[in-house]
């Protein structure tokens, strides 16, 4: 299974990614894509995830860039040691590209940071790439 993982500033960020032929539709240029993420926090003091950024490639080079508050409409705080992890998911219009992207986070006290989302596939199986 894709996946990618990046660990900045003490959060742990990963991800596993899958084709979805359940909510896809090739023959209408629809595929659909799963990525489940995990973030933990391996740091020393308490982070909330304020935001997300993603930035998204198909296979013919175009970019798509989705920015907003929290992850599947929560903004979850993390204790040294804890994880939070959801799914979502990524229509493309072409059987295979890519996803990356930060998190936005804050620690305990106010000083906020970047967390790197690595590259991941998003690729349908049995796909030339």
Known sequence: ??????????????????FAPEHSDPGAGEWFFLYRIRITNEGDRTVKLLARHWVITDANGELEEVAGPGVVGRQPILEPGQSFEYTSGCPLKTPFGSMRGTYELVRQGGESFQARIADFALSQPNQLE
């Open 1 to 18: 299974m894709p996946g990618s993982s990046a660990l900045t500033d003490g959060v742990l960020v990963q991800v596993e990614s899958r």
